[in-house]
Antibody, heavy 121, light 110 residues
Framework: EVQVLESGGGLVQPGGSLRLSCAAS????????MTWVRQAPGKGLDWVSS????????YYADSVKGRFTISRDNSKNSLYLQMNSLRVEDTAMYYC??????????????WGRGTLVTVSS | QSVLTQPPSVSEAPRQRVTISCSGA????????VNWYQQLPGKAPQLLIY???LLPSGVSDRFSGSKSGTSASLAISGLQSEDEADYYC???????????FGGGTKLTVL
């Protein structure tokens, strides 16, 4: 059974840092692109970042470029999102989602339950 | 403001049919497949339609998708109360090099 499970969310002050993790199981991890999508309370879905199966290609939304870093460890079947210089507007539920194939353009076919990040003083 | 445009809400009676529109541009819908996601209250999104019109395994054939030019539509027939959810369209954007989503449409089954 395909599963992705996020962790690492919490309360952090503006300007602080947080590292999210996503543990994957039930599929050949390196064969799939992975993506982070967030959802602010009561708002819609907002793409954050994607990485190809090998991790050699990464993309970021303009709103997080230079502050967030996506990475993956295919030996550990894990995806990460290092978030620095956090802002109040980064407050959201962060979802990890699997791409159907190795390219970042493949549809997001499995989503985790999310981990909540709250940026507040 | 979302890159893809959806109506904020739609409503229809049980057993009827409803459509949700999604409007984009040549850099996203016009050049890449459209996917639709269903988000039930308090739950994570789940893939409903991919490649414009294909259904993942386990998704009811009451759901269907279509695309023409830079617009796409999701149709739900035989509406049931359990279809009440938020629906999002999405496509890869070649200019932004990322996923773009619609703002979401809240479906109410009257």
């Amino acid at each position: 059974e395909v599963q992705v499970l996020e962790s690492g969310g919490g309360l952090v002050q503006p300007g602080g840092s947080l590292r999210l993790s996503c543990a994957a199981s039930g599929f050949t991890f390196f064969s799939h692109a992975m993506t982070w999508v967030r959802q602010a309370p009561g708002k819609g879905l907002d793409w954050v970042s994607s990485t190809s199966g090998t991790g050699g290609t990464t993309y970021y939304a303009d709103s997080v470029k230079g502050r967030f870093t996506i990475s993956r460890d295919n030996s550990k079947n894990s995806l990460y999102l290092q978030m620095n210089s956090l802002r109040v507007e980064d407050t959201a539920m962060y979802y990890c989602a699997r791409g159907h194939g190795s390219l970042t353009t493949a549809e997001l076919d499995y989503w985790g339950r999310g981990t909540l990040v709250t940026v507040s003083s | 403001q979302s890159v893809l445009t959806q109506p904020p809400s739609v409503s229809e009676a049980p057993r009827q049919r409803v459509t949700i529109s999604c409007s984009g541009a040549s850099s996203n819908i016009g050049n890449n497949p459209v996917n639709w996601y269903q988000q039930l209250p308090g739950k994570a999104p789940q893939l409903l339609i991919y490649d414009d019109a294909l259904l993942p395994s386990g998704v009811s054939d009451r759901f269907s998708g279509s695309k023409s030019g830079t617009s796409a539509s999701l149709a739900i027939s035989g509406l049931q109360s359990e279809d009440e959810a938020d629906y999002y369209c999405a496509a890869w954007d070649d200019r932004l090099n990322g996923w773009v989503f619609g703002g979401g449409t809240k479906l109410t089954v009257l």
